[in-house]
């Protein structure tokens, strides 16, 4: 793992998701296969390194945030959208909690969206936000498939636990199901019911390296559009009969 600090240029950006996006880090530990980062992460970074083999560590991001507040207007903050904010790095160099505590100063509306329990660290923050989502993705109930394919992400198991930590502290949490990875879609539903307050669904983005992924470790069947509409099928016949609010993003 190649780990550089950096003096960023910029920290908040314009975003066509949420009216902001902010990344502490360029790179991510977590080294999710299926992340659509690869794709373009290592050209615009520099690093001739594959995806999650490196991690550039902003170094200045709380400063070049503070700077950035005080002639910008409010809105959203996407925290993160090509870098997951609480891989293990974090532990150590805290740029993503210093930015929160500038975010609050202003009550910028935040959401969070991360695949480790780290995030249970700044609940202290959370709390005292007017605003703010933090969601878990959750792409499987089997361990051994997200291991597989988020070798460095929390359990599974954790994840929903820091969900419910979260939603009974009365902060709105979310679980993003995507991509749709294979496992047992009712018991997924099952564990995320009482925890979360809405759940995005979505697919696949595929790409030449992700098939070969699929294929190598003998999941081809996975890669058919039947898998995906059956799985899809039955993750919203299990949502609606536990009256869980969703938004579907494969239609």
């Keep these: 793992m190649i780990i550089r600090e950096i003096q960023a240029k910029s920290i908040l950006n314009k975003s066509k998701i949420f009216n902001y996006c902010l990344n502490p880090y360029t790179g991510c530990q977590t080294n999710c296969q299926y992340c659509y980062a690869r794709l373009f992460m290592p050209r615009y970074s520099g690093h001739k390194e594959p995806w999650g083999e490196f991690v550039d560590v902003k170094v200045n991001a709380v400063d070049l945030l503070r700077r950035q507040l005080e002639r910008t207007k409010k809105g959203t903050v996407w925290i993160s959208s090509v870098c997951d904010p609480y891989q293990s790095l974090e532990a150590k160099y805290r740029l993503?909690?210093?930015?929160?505590?500038?975010?609050?100063?202003?009550?910028?509306?935040?959401?969070?969206?991360?695949?480790?329990?780290?995030?249970l660290r700044d609940l202290d923050l959370f709390k005292q936000f007017e605003t703010i989502d933090v969601g878990f993705t959750i792409a499987t109930d089997d361990e051994r498939m997200a291991k597989l394919f988020e070798p460095q992400a929390s359990p599974v198991k954790e994840r929903i636990k820091a969900l419910e930590t979260i939603?009974?502290?009365?902060?709105?949490?979310?679980?993003?199901?995507?991509?749709?990875?294979?496992?047992?879609?009712e018991k997924l539903v099952d564990n995320l019911a009482g925890k979360v307050d809405y759940v995005y669904i979505d697919r696949m983005n595929y790409t030449s390296a992700i098939r070969k992924f699929y294929r190598y470790h003998g999941l081809e069947e996975a890669l058919k559009d039947t898998f995906f509409r059956e799985y899809r099928d039955r993750l919203v016949r299990e949502l609606k009969k536990n009256r869980m609010v969703f938004e579907d993003l494969i239609q």
Excluded: Y
């Design 167 to 185: 939603h009974d502290a009365g902060i709105r949490t979310f679980a993003f199901i995507g991509p749709l990875l294979p496992g047992n879609p």
């Design 96 to 119: 993503t909690r210093g930015c929160l505590e500038e975010l609050l100063k202003k009550q910028f509306p935040i959401n969070i969206q991360t695949k480790s329990k780290l995030v």
